[in-house]
């Protein structure tokens, strides 16, 4: 409906799985839908809330995220640690996978790749920013002095 409306692209809710990111993409390609296709990727911040969030949202978490977590559960810290490199390796799946939607002949109709991400922080910018330095996309420095003192500096040669 939003299409034919006018809307330019599509933003995901957040998910764990790839898989199933691609087959949604996979099904929107399949009836037509050719604009951008943006997975939302939202950091784990920690354990509880990361079941409550997807309990709320009806979101499946596969086993091997929850195996991950299962051992660092109660220490927050760990489990953003942890949340970052899932995540990480969630974007970096999806950056280098090609895939290619196919006709019943086999003959590619479309590459149904991303175009970027979007990113849940829920105001918590530190486990993206964490994600983007470990994609290549921004450079951090830490000001030693303070704690919350860090710049930014974008790297547009990797992206």
Request: proline share 3%; net charge neutral.
């Amino acid at each position: 409906e939003k299409l034919d409306v006018g809307a330019d692209f599509i933003i995901t809710q957040f998910f764990y799985d790839v898989d199933l990111f691609w087959g949604y993409v996979k099904r929107c390609r399949s009836v037509g839908i050719t604009c951008p296709i943006i997975p939302g990727i939202m950091p784990i911040q920690s354990y509880s809330s990361l079941l409550k969030m997807t309990k709320f949202c009806g979101i499946s978490v596969p086993k091997s995220v929850i195996e991950r977590l299962q051992e660092v559960r109660h220490d927050d810290e760990a489990v953003k640690k942890i949340g970052c490199e899932i995540a990480s390796e969630m974007c970096r799946t999806m950056l280098s996978s090609s895939n290619f939607l196919k006709n019943e002949h086999g003959e590619v109709l479309v590459n149904s790749g991303v175009d970027g991400f979007h990113f849940y922080t829920l105001n918590l910018e530190r486990s993206t920013t964490r994600i983007l330095a470990a994609l290549g996309a921004v450079d951090i420095i830490f000001d030693n002095t303070s704690a919350t003192s860090k710049k930014i500096k974008e790297n547009h040669a990797k992206w």
